[in-house]
């Protein structure tokens, strides 16, 4: 399982990590949004995490997430290009 900054990335189906950082991870996923979005909600009660944010519309947007270690992650979900897959981006600022 991939971690960035305290969040585990969800397994999902067919998970292909574009590109992973310190600072950014984006990866892909054979699935619906709906079934994205609900494994990440386990993954990110399961590690203490909080949604500080949520700006999403129909699932697809950007969420802001405080981890366990208190630290703010922004969460970016939404349809790829291919309508067969869906992506997940997480990412700090400074």
Not at 24 to 34: D, E
Not at 41 to 57: F, M, T, W
Request: hydrophobic share 45%.
């Amino acid at each position: 399982m991939t971690d960035f900054r305290g969040i585990a990335l969800p397994e999902g189906v067919e998970k292909r990590i574009l590109y992973n950082s310190t600072f950014r991870v984006i990866a892909t996923y054979a699935m619906s949004l709906a079934d994205l979005d609900r494994e990440l909600q386990h993954v990110l009660k399961a590690r203490g995490s909080v949604i500080k944010e949520d700006c999403r519309q129909g699932l697809s947007g950007r969420i802001d997430v405080v981890t366990s270690s208190n630290e703010l992650v922004h969460v970016l979900t939404g349809p790829c290009t291919n309508a067969a897959f869906v992506q997940l981006k997480m990412w700090v600022a400074f």
